[in-house]
């Protein structure tokens, strides 16, 4: 997940999950060119708006809450549509989209943007 924010933050999110395990964490690039790597609550469980497509059955979350406690941040992440897989003959199918961002950071309200993808399938 790709954020940009309103305040000037740039935040990659990560949330991998592999045999079972998840590792959560962040990049932050602030407005004043300091970069941080910063943990963050694993995206899996607040992940809720569940669309199954149509074109291939697979099940994809639509909307996170991101929690980012070094950042005093709480930011809600939700498509502008639904209906974003890329579906592919070649490579895994793989939900990808653009989405609206707004939340807390700091104590602040802020609104943005976000790029997220998603391979594999949902369970």
């Known amino acids: 997940m790709s954020i940009s ?45 569940i669309w199954t497509s149509e074109a291939t059955d697979h099940r994809y979350p639509t909307r996170w809450s991101v929690s980012i406690p070094a950042l005093k941040a709480r930011i809600e992440v939700e498509p502008r549509m639904r209906e974003q897989e890329v579906v592919s003959l ?20 802020v609104t943005g943007h976000a790029v997220v993808e998603l391979v594999g399938n949902w369970k």
């Open 5 to 49: 924010l309103d305040n000037g933050d740039r935040i990659s999110l990560w949330d991998i999950l592999d045999n079972g395990k998840e590792q959560a964490f962040a990049t932050v690039l602030h407005p004043n060119g300091r970069h941080e790597l910063v943990d963050i609550e694993p995206l899996a469980k607040d992940a809720t708006n």
């Open 90 to 109: 070649i490579e895994a199918h793989k939900y990808e989209g653009a989405n609206t961002v707004f939340g807390e950071v700091l104590g602040k309200s």
